[in-house]
């Protein structure tokens, strides 16, 4: 006469409080057996569960043909060396932004499962990030003034790009953004550069009125270094493949290594 019960599995690679049904699960509790291991493991019925990690909701939907849950979470998967949360970056479940807010190493990947995801990656202003991609496929083509990997704009951070060894990584962004936005809303000598090495591959597709790499609807694309890699750039509607968007300009643009193709709109 007892109802069946069902594993759910929920990441919580951030150390987040977590609450299923009003009730928190405390990180102590559920890391005691082995410290390395960040996920929840729960039996639950095979009905409704509301589930927070943090203040964030996670989607946790029943799949009654595999007879489990699937725990719909983080996009994508961080890890770098001696990385503090809310010093080094900000990942709030809720909104789907990873912030990179320190020059620490970091690895950006999709999570295990998630093939495409519209969670979106942003470089702080001032901040001279290095950011491997180690596969991440991003599209967020079918929301207007959202870009899939944005750099704050007019930033005097120098932003290096790895693209890691065999990985592909697509970036497809909405209308009025570059595929790989570096905004400048004016030519100055102050922007910071942005370097793209690596030998794995990047495909960048901007929305219309955006560069595929470089700017977005009215803005530059300067200070743009391409030394490696297999690099694959197409500007939406008015845009360049590399440079600035509709009515901007592009400057300061070298590309002394890898394989590179683009293509303006």
Known sequence: GT?????????????????????EYPLADHTAADPADTNLYVYLTDEAHTVKVGKSPINCVFDSTSKSFVALGWGFTVTGTDLVYGEDYTYP?????????????VTIRNADGVAKTTDRIMV??????????????????????TAAFKIADNSAGNVTITLADGTTNTLKSGMYCAGLQ???????????????????????TGGDYGA?????????????????????????????????????????????????EAQGG
């Open 3 to 23: 109802d069946p019960v069902y594993l759910l599995k929920i990441p919580n690679p951030y150390g987040a409080p977590i609450t299923i049904d009003g009730t």
């Open 93 to 105: 479940a809720d909104t789907g932004v990873l912030t990179i807010l320190s020059p620490k190493a």
């Open 124 to 145: 702080a202003d001032g901040v001279s990030a290095n950011i491997t991609l180690a596969g991440v496929n991003i599209d967020v083509s079918s929301q207007s003034d």
């Open 182 to 204: 570096k905004n400048g809303v004016y030519i100055s000598e102050t922007q910071g550069k942005l370097t793209i090495t690596g030998t794995g591959t990047l495909t960048a």
């Open 212 to 260: 595929g790499i470089g700017g977005g609807d009215g803005c530059d694309g300067s200070n743009i270094t391409i030394s490696g890699g297999t690099v694959t750039a197409t500007g939406g509607e008015y845009g360049a493949g590399i440079g600035g968007g509709k009515s901007g300009s592009g400057s300061n643009i070298e590309i002394s290594g890898g394989t590179v």
